[in-house]
């Protein structure tokens, strides 16, 4: 029989909202326990930002958020700021610099975020239960919490949910956390996977295939939103950081339009052309623009090879269309696999903004990526699992 153990609070998940949530409580003399059923803690929080971890960002506010409840992550991420976590990271003294669109970015590895939580956890006596299933969950007649996991019993008088969405399974990745939120009548919003490069229909996949490995700085638009940045061809379709910013927002069936050359006056830069190198056969004038295999592919050879010369205004129409409106409509996405994070989740609207609690099962919250809220690519994510789980933490 399962050992039974009593504790005020048990949180599923050591992720970073999970253990951020551990460490706030444990400040407050909680007795917590963490448990998950991975080996190891914050996985993710060790692959992010390609092992170099993209730990915030700073320029956090809610309009760089998905949710169906869009007011929602205002408190939290007003409570515990970009610049309470950058506080805690030089507290650390963990070396970081800043790249593109205010990200941060660990000097060397994501492990020494992770290393930083886990000193956080030790100096706050968090127990951590790793290799740990959790089997059945109930509320008894008192409100308190009867968990049954491999190995004990747990009874507890708060439960945090910490347990994440479906990207990335090889990280360890379940549905547990949107069970748990249908198990006490909270609806979730049906998850998909997000941050995520598209596929492409097989007529599609099959011209471009030849520019696979190409990059350029472009700007992508569909269902009202537009990214500016890189945009890679890959063996299975685009991605690149303005793909994964656009995944965000694209549903199936939707299309795409590419500007392929968004800080350049096309129509002036041809005309001005023409008047220096008139006889220069426009795939020529253009080639410093853009690669020669993808300036290939844009153009039709009709439009290729026609001198400056004899350019008219219909030509410089259709080369505008193609060079900076080229439309694609993907087939999909590569799914969980590859995503970063996933859209939908436990709704927004059951839960406190304030404390994280749900609204109608006193001593149940809800923290994280679980939850219905998606950030940007560019720390947004990360920042919530730390925003999200400070405020549960001061609560639980």
Known sequence: MAESVAVDCLIIGAGAAGLMCAIEAGKRGRKVV???????????????????????????????????????????????????????????????????????????????????LLKECRQAHITLQLSTTTHTITQCPDGEFDLLSDHHHWRCRS???ATGGLSIPTCGATPLGYNIAKQFGIKVWPPSASLVPFTLQAEDKMQLAML????????????????????????RGLSGPAILQLSNYWQPGLEMMIDWLPAIDLATTITQLASTHPKQQLKTALHHLLPQRLLAHLLPESLATITLQRIRSSDLQQVEQALKQWCITPS?????????????????????????EANVIPGLYFIGEVLDVTGWLGGYNLQWAWSSGWCAGQYI
């Open 34 to 116: 963490v448990i998950d059923h991975a080996r190891k803690p914050g996985n993710k929080i060790r692959m992010s930002g390609g092992g170099k971890c993209n730990f915030t960002n700073l320029d956090i506010c809610a309009d760089h958020y998905l949710s169906h409840n869009r007011h929602f992550m205002k408190s939290a991420l007003s409570r515990f700021t970009q610049w309470d976590f950058i506080n805690l990271v030089q507290q650390h003294q963990i070396p970081y610099h800043q790249r593109d669109h205010g990200q941060l970015f660990c000097d060397n590895s994501a492990n020494a975020i992770l290393q930083m």
């Open 159 to 161: 439960l945090v949910i």
């Open 212 to 235: 696979a490995g190409i990059a350029v700085h472009a700007t992508v638009q569909c269902a009202g939103k537009a990214f500016s940045d890189a945009v890679l061809f890959t063996h």
């Open 332 to 356: 999909g996405t590569e799914g969980y696999r590859t995503a970063e994070v996933t859209r939908g989740g436990v709704d927004c609207d059951a839960i406190s903004s304030k404390t994280m």
